[in-house]
């Protein structure tokens, strides 16, 4: 399975963006960027995915390099209930999820 | 609130015995993934159902096994327990995962199983 980097932590404050970075220098043209996320004591929650383009949705943007090696999960607005454990993960055609120690975010007030 | 329900949220059982784990999907989902997160191996994926046949899987020990039923939930079988069992078990569904395209997964809360 193609492996992603990630920095195990980074600190943030309350109400600014945060910019998650990943890189994924394997990555195949068939690999979908997924980001999930566990915030303490719950299960993953799916952020966002891409394959080519920038993505936004209601909680998150993602910004893919052009050549695909690495990703970008930027959140608008920290608030305190954004810390968590951030995972990008490479989808393959299987649609299994392998994650790795992903990005422990903290959100101070 | 995934959709996805777990059952039970907790359970402490001793070595050598068998428990039973049980997921429900979120409606129209056709497939049911299970993961295992112990604090040694973080997140790992285990096995993968679609529509009642089993579809991949994992890093599955032998001594654990799933179903799928008719009702599209899942179960979650492990036996033989050991120390090293004890994880947070989650379960989680998807739509169709056709081969090629990209679904997001919902996970459920978890259940937390503790080995004696």
């Known amino acids: 399975d193609a492996k992603t980097t990630q920095p195990n932590s980074m600190e943030s404050n309350e109400e600014e963006p945060v910019h998650l970075p990943c890189n994924h220098s394997?990555?195949?043209?068939?690999?979908?960027i997924h980001w999930y996320r566990q915030l303490p004591s719950q299960g993953p929650e799916y952020v966002i995915h891409?394959?080519?383009s920038n993505v936004n949705n209601r909680m998150a943007s993602l910004a893919i390099a052009e050549d695909r090696k690495s990703s970008t999960l930027i959140l608008h607005r920290a608030t305190l209930r954004d810390a968590a454990v951030y995972y990008c993960?490479?989808?393959?055609?299987?649609?299994?999820?392998?994650f790795g120690t992903g990005t422990r975010l903290t959100v101070i007030p | 609130d995934s959709g996805v329900t777990q059952t039970p949220k907790h359970l402490i059982t001793a070595t050598g015995q068998r428990v039973t784990l049980r997921c429900s999907p979120r409606?129209?989902?056709?497939?049911v993934y299970w993961y295992q997160q112990s604090l040694d191996q973080g997140l790992q994926f285990l096995i993968q159902?679609?529509?009642?046949?089993?579809?991949a899987k994992g890093n599955i020990l032998e001594r654990f096994s799933a179903q799928q039923f008719p009702d599209l939930h899942s179960e979650l079988n492990l036996s033989s327990l050991e120390l090293g069992d004890s994880a947070l078990y989650f379960c989680?569904?998807?739509?169709?995962?056709?081969?090629?395209?990209?679904?997001?997964?919902?996970f459920g809360p978890g259940t937390r199983l503790t080995v004696t």
């Open positions: 993960i490479l989808k393959t055609g299987a649609n299994n999820l392998f």
């Open positions: 891409g394959l080519t």
């Open positions: 159902y679609y529509n009642g046949e089993e579809r």
């Open positions: 409606s129209g989902d056709l497939s």
């Open positions: 394997t990555i195949s043209g068939t690999d979908y």
């Open positions: 989680a569904s998807s739509v169709d995962p056709q081969r090629g395209s990209s679904y997001e997964q919902y």
